[in-house]
């Protein structure tokens, strides 16, 4: 059966005005010409769509039914034209991600090319935020995707796998725990740290659980990236808490030894979050999709 998305859109507007008269008057149409049409539907469908009263019309169980379905094809239609009009250059259409700071730093970047190079309609705001904020911004809907520590409770949201991480220890070449190979951070806190700045997601991540052995970290110094921390760790300054890929990708080329921790919450999941994914435009979908295919 055909449907007409003008029928569609009258059907949500008597609902809405629970009037026949007000959904022709606001649409606008004729009254008798929004009468036809429903009585046309209805006929078409064999089904009663709304209940008559003297004070207006109400949904029938039946059209209840129709009515969820025909916002959701009206929603869909209002969705595809606003990517077919951004695909032809009359619209651009701007995403938010946020993600923590080992997503931000480590995994996205190589993830995103190949999105914004296939979509250049598209203009993406990324932000680094604490997980725990990425699932407050996806709740409220300031953001459209987040990736955050699968180990929190995600109550609320839809999520997908994205990557597993590991956080280790970077160490200069010769240092003690480096022939050991592997430790829990109690074991590394009488020693001085260089770390991000303090308000980075995973930095204050680490110090937090520092905190909680009882024992702050002593950071001698902050530096804006992992290769400024990789660098200050080889020359001696301190060690380093970090991504395992980062600190696997600088150990290479750097007189340093990753020290793997063996505390539970170095090994996470990250997962890809939105609210809804019905929601989400068409070049949202498309984002997470690029986002989710390398995991």
């Not at 980062?246 to 539970?264: G, K, S």
Request: with cysteine; charged share 20%; net charge neutral.
């Amino acid at each position: 059966m055909r449907f007409d998305l003008t029928d569609l859109r009258l059907l949500v507007a008597i609902a809405e005005s629970g009037s026949l008269s007000r959904a022709a008057a606001d649409f606008p149409i004729a009254l008798s010409a929004a009468s036809n049409r429903l009585r046309h539907l209805e006929h078409r469908l064999g089904l009663s769509l709304f209940a008559r009263h003297a004070d207006g019309m109400t949904p029938t169980p039946d059209g209840r039914i129709a009515l969820d379905h025909a916002r959701r094809v009206l929603a869909e239609a209002a969705q595809l034209s606003q990517a077919l009009d951004g695909l032809a250059g009359r619209q651009r259409v701007a995403l938010k991600l946020a993600a923590n700071t080992v997503a931000n730093s480590t995994y996205l970047p190589p993830a995103l090319g190949p999105f914004l190079i296939d979509y250049p309609d598209v203009d993406l705001q990324v932000e680094e935020m604490p997980s725990q904020e990425i699932l407050h911004a996806l709740l409220s809907g300031d953001i459209d995707i987040g990736v955050l520590d699968g180990n929190l409770p995600l109550q609320g949201i839809v999520t997908l796998p994205f990557r597993h991480d590991r956080l280790v220890l970077f160490v200069p070449a010769g240092h003690s725990l480096a022939a050991r190979g592997r430790c829990h951070l109690r074991d590394a806190l009488s020693y001085p740290f260089v770390g991000m700045p303090a308000e980075r997601a995973m930095q204050h991540f680490v110090e937090e659980m520092a905190t909680l052995l009882g024992r702050p970290l002593t950071v001698r110094v902050r530096a804006p990236s992992f290769f400024a921390l990789a660098q200050l760790v080889t020359q001696g300054v301190g060690l380093a808490v970090m991504p395992e890929a980062a600190a696997q990708r600088h150990a290479a080329a750097m007189a340093a030894a990753i020290v793997t921790l063996d505390d539970p919450w170095a090994t996470r999941e990250l997962r890809l979050g939105v609210r809804s994914l019905d929601s989400l435009s068409a070049q949202a979908r498309q984002l997470v999709a690029y986002l989710t295919r390398t995991t």
